[in-house]
């Protein structure tokens, strides 16, 4: 089996649809979609079911990503112990695949019925197991907790036991993945502190994409609030907590501040 794989070769059958990753973040119909998933919303139902399409794509992906940085490295470059945690998580994650359909169906929704993009396991591509644990284990693991944590209360909400004790069940096994990340980004880097230092980097970087222009943060009006409890549970900081905070605060004035400017544009194209 090929070490070190490109995304596009991922395999999937015909339901799935896939866009490049870049317009992820470009295509204004892709922002426009994230937003809340709250009980009292108009279009709730749909938008509860994008959501957890999501989810489920990511968490084949993470699958997928665990799997390739257990087989992608040698005991010479990683502890046998991580691959060993790797492994691990590849059966968290089958099992998350299943709860997830599983889910999927009992909303109403069908695999494909959303576009697919490849951005996590993009970020499990890194030549470095370093940056992979500090990109995938910390910063898409760490968004997971923040979706989980939210979707269980969303199914709360909805007086869905169905949904609120499933996302609870997943939320304590990403807490774990976060943890898993957060121990041996320590570990292997122990003495060189300039490697460690690029991964956080890196994770900071993901961190920022995955703001979505400031839809994550701790405001009271954020489609994605920041699980700071279950973070620190994770091995989190607080200090890498608020700026992950202070991130999405600035993409959320900036993108404000974009919208008002294309406005007043707007307006002045129609008066001329």
């Known amino acids: 089996m090929e070490k070190h794989i490109h995304p596009s070769r991922l395999a999937r059958d015909e339901r799935f649809h896939r866009r490049p990753t870049e317009e992820r973040f470009t295509d204004p119909r892709d922002q426009s979609q994230i937003g809340w998933v709250q009980a009292e919303a108009a279009d709730v139902e749909e938008r509860a079911r994008r959501r957890m399409h999501g989810i489920f794509v990511g968490e084949i992906q993470a699958l997928e990503g665990a799997g390739r940085t257990a087989f992608d490295f040698g005991t010479?470059?990683?502890?046998?112990?991580?691959?060993?945690?790797?492994?691990?998580?590849?059966?968290?994650?089958?099992?998350?695949?299943?709860?997830?359909?599983?889910?999927?169906?009992?909303?109403?929704?069908?695999?494909?019925?959303?576009?697919?993009f490849t951005t996590l396991f993009e970020a499990a591509c890194h030549d470095d197991p370093v940056f992979r644990l500090a990109g995938v284990n910390r910063a898409l693991e760490g968004l997971a907790i923040d979706v989980f944590n939210q979707m269980r209360d969303f199914g709360r909400d909805m007086a869905d036991p169905v949904m609120e004790h499933c996302e609870d069940f997943m939320l304590a096994d990403e807490v774990t993945h976060v943890k898993m990340g957060s121990r041996w980004l320590r570990t292997v880097t122990e003495g060189d502190p300039q490697r460690r230092d690029e991964a956080l980097r890196f994770q900071k970087v993901v961190d920022g994409l995955f703001n979505f222009q400031g839809a994550r943060g701790e405001d009271a009006d954020s489609p994605i609030r920041l699980a700071r409890e279950f973070r620190r549970m994770a091995g989190f900081s607080d200090d890498e907590v608020d700026q992950i905070a202070g991130m999405a605060a600035q993409a959320r004035a900036e993108a404000d501040a974009a919208r008002v400017s294309r406005g007043t544009a707007s307006q002045r194209a129609a008066a001329g």
């Open 76 to 116: 010479d470059e990683v502890p046998f112990e991580l691959k060993l945690d790797m492994a691990r998580q590849c059966w968290d994650e089958a099992r998350h695949c299943e709860i997830s359909v599983k889910l999927c169906e009992h909303m109403g929704g069908d695999i494909g019925e959303f576009t697919e």
